[in-house]
């Protein structure tokens, strides 16, 4: 069986005989010998989505413009096959074609912006090498273009991938070896993060060592039998924590998976840091990890609060028809206070008035002690799915982030920023650990890393994991990318709104479509 929960008193490890008949993970997609397209179908659905992306961007740009006029559909068509190779060999190149990079959006939206650029630059080389008289402008528009449809296209990708790997299905077989607090680390990582696809079927190790872990539950031997059992459960990789193992042991083991064809993982030990920032240096042909330094220059600081600024004014100004409209509807619906004013912990701990479009009851605050034992995440923060005291306009409000429109003052006003980790209440801050109050060393955001990555993730693990990797590897290309995965959410959101309407109404039943991206201190 693969990791059923994130309550990891739950997961028991496969039998054999199970991992060999099939029914152990619901593992479809990694290993196996059902043939080359059932091995391969994520990487195959991948070139033909991407294809298609890609193609299509360029037919748009190439035949919706003169160019086709100007120089005829031949070299048009030719054209266009060169951006599907191109953009197929700069996805490559980028560690695009990997299933488990789809699952990561910050990592997958960085790739693609370098992708596209890799993008425009093939397609340009292919023209002039070959003289087909296509215009710069031409060919980075068909990049820019394809970056948007790539985006779309993958966004639906991993939106399937996540619900099937949610599932148990195309996820890889591993064990973890090592019993040592670093391996209960990456169970807990891989089982709150069922879209990474990595289904624990058993840990290997000193079983003592496994006791004061807690992994005896998954416990089904010693290190030195790892290469039989991994043959035994049918798994396809292994992870290794190398500091559970001598290094003549591990390195022995090492050559003994590879001749088996197994996939070998090494964890580095650390957490929280950037792989951007992981250096692999030869030391006398030893492997030795250099750490890159966060350096903060005041003139990075001063770059992210003039475009903070700069954005925020912009926004305001574009959006001011549509939150006049809201502030109508919301005064129509109760006849209540338009905006929303909560007390929330921002930096260095202050404390301060955030703003939002009123989507709640008028005395919500007053009736949140009586739905505390409703709260479906774990740790101090609060969520429902179906909270009674969000009202009509409301539940449309939160399902678009429209309701966060107002912060953007707050922006202005130097207590918060575009991006960075949500401000918490300050009766959750009273719970937080000592580390975790170290998201308050910057200012908060109206949209961050958690909300991109794992807002309906329950689990308070991955809040206090991802705020704090912001807070450790912060840079402007980070914000730009989350930034980017929240238009792109948003996006989605939008459109499965409307065609989960489109279902309702034409079914005889009435469906109401349940509000899973919130939680009460959003």
Known sequence: MSLAASSLGDVVPSKPDAARSGSGSGSTGDAGGDGFFRRHKLKLLLVVLDSVAIGLAYFIVLFAGTYVRDTGTVRALVLIAAAIVGGLWAERSQGLMLARVSAVRVVELTRLIRAAALLAVAVTLFDRVFKLDMRIRESAGGALLALVFLVATRSAYRAWLVYERSRGNYGRRVLL????????????????????GMNVVG????????????????????????????EDYDVSGVVISPMALPTVILNALIRELQAQSLHVHLTTGIAGIDARRLRSLPLSY????????????????VMKRVSDVIASAIILVLASPVMLLIALLIKLDDRGPVFFLQKRV????????????????????????????ENERNGPLFKMERDPRVTGIGRFLRATSLDELPQLINVLRGEM???????????????????????????????????????????????????????????MLLDL?????????????????????????????????????????R
């Open 177 to 196: 070896v090592g019993a040592d607090e670093e391996s209960a680390r990456l169970l807990n990582l891989f089982s709150t993060h069922r879209e990474l």
């Open 203 to 230: 840990v290997v190790g000193d079983r003592t060592e496994a006791m004061i872990n807690h992994l005896e539950h998954l416990w089904i031997g010693e290190a030195a039998d790892t290469a039989q059992l991994a």
């Open 286 to 301: 030893e492997p030795l990890l250099y750490v890159e330094p966060v350096s903060l220059s005041r003139v990075q600081l």
């Open 346 to 373: 921002g930096k260095e701990g202050t404390t301060f008035g955030v703003l939002k479009f009123r989507t709640m009851a008028v005395d919500a605050e007053a009736r949140l002690a009586q739905l505390k034992a």
């Open 417 to 475: 920023s575009l991006v960075g980790p949500r401000p918490a209440l300050p009766s959750e801050v009273e719970h937080f650990s000592a580390d975790l109050r170290q998201r308050e060393q910057v200012l908060p955001g109206i949209t961050g890393l958690w909300q991109v990555e794992a807002r309906d993730n329950p689990s308070f693990e991955a809040y206090r994991r991802l705020d704090l990797f912001y807070v450790e590897n912060w840079s």
């Open 481 to 521: 990318v989350i930034i980017l995965g929240t238009i792109e959410q948003l996006m989605m959101k939008v459109v499965l709104m409307v065609f989960r309407r489109e279902k309702s109404s034409d079914s005889t039943t009435n469906v109401i479509v349940p509000d899973t991206t919130r939680i009460a201190h």
